[in-house]
């Protein structure tokens, strides 16, 4: 059954690096929590206890904000596929953002995506693995490419001016950093 450690060993990390979602979640100390999807080739392991993730233009940004107010974070990957595991990454978070040096020092771990707003660097805290007997088996099909295209389409002065209309304030209205 489960398992908690103090960081990432060989096995898990091979089995992020199979993964095509991951789940964030975060909080202030008052309002709403946030559970977001993340797909694409927008996560990296750094070493055993140090993560970092690209965050792309969304219709809100409440991992910004609430990591502003609250540097806790948790990020979770299930096996939707082979055998069972849920793993849970608890710790630290920073988020940079492209006047920050370390988003330009993380940047080019990535492809280059159009609509990155931020990278998020995470240290790990504590690992914690659990059966996931309860999780479907999916069939990953192909990454969606809408978010791509709409990115490509905006140009990168659009995008600001979106993160500047849509990306500024949380929905418990914080501020995100934008």
Same mark, same amino acid.
């Given at each position: 059954?489960?398992?908690?450690?103090?960081?990432?060993?060989?096995?898990?990390?091979? #089995?992020?690096? /199979?993964?095509?979602?991951? #789940?964030?979640?975060? @909080? @202030?100390?008052?309002?709403?929590?946030?559970?977001?999807?993340?797909?694409?080739? &927008?996560?990296?392991?750094?070493?055993? /206890?140090?993560?970092?993730?690209?965050?792309? &233009?969304?219709?809100?940004?409440? &991992?910004?904000?609430?990591?502003?107010?609250?540097?806790?974070?948790?990020?979770? $990957?299930?096996? $939707?596929?082979?055998?069972?595991?849920?793993?849970?990454?608890?710790? &630290?978070?920073?988020?940079?953002?492209?006047?920050?040096?370390?988003?330009? !020092?993380?940047?080019?771990?990535?492809?280059?995506?159009?609509?990155?707003?931020?990278?998020?660097?995470?240290?790990?805290?504590?690992? !914690?693995?659990?059966?996931?007997?309860?999780?479907? #088996?999916?069939? $990953?099909?192909?990454?969606?490419? !809408?978010? /791509?295209?709409?990115?490509?389409? !905006?140009?990168?002065?659009?995008?600001?001016?979106?993160?500047?209309?849509?990306?500024?304030?949380?929905?418990?209205? $914080?501020?995100?950093?934008?």
């Amino acid at each position: 059954m489960g398992k908690k450690l103090e960081e990432l060993d060989n096995k898990l990390i091979d #089995f992020i690096e /199979k993964q095509k979602i991951f #789940f964030v979640g975060t @909080a @202030a100390s008052i309002g709403n929590v946030n559970i977001s999807p993340k797909g694409m080739d &927008t996560f990296r392991i750094l070493n055993s /206890k140090k993560i970092i993730w690209l965050n792309l &233009t969304g219709s809100g940004n409440e &991992t910004a904000a609430h990591l502003m107010k609250n540097s806790r974070m948790t990020i979770m $990957f299930c096996a $939707f596929e082979d055998k069972p595991l849920i793993l849970r990454l608890y710790g &630290t978070a920073y988020i940079f953002h492209k006047r920050n040096p370390e988003y330009h !020092q993380y940047i080019h771990l990535f492809p280059k995506m159009d609509g990155s707003r931020q990278i998020i660097e995470m240290d790990i805290d504590f690992v !914690q693995t659990s059966c996931g007997y309860a999780v479907p #088996f999916m069939e $990953f099909k192909g990454e969606r490419t !809408q978010l /791509k295209s709409w990115a490509e389409k !905006q140009g990168e002065e659009r995008l600001e001016e979106y993160w500047k209309e849509k990306n500024t304030r949380s929905i418990d209205d $914080f501020e995100t950093g934008i």
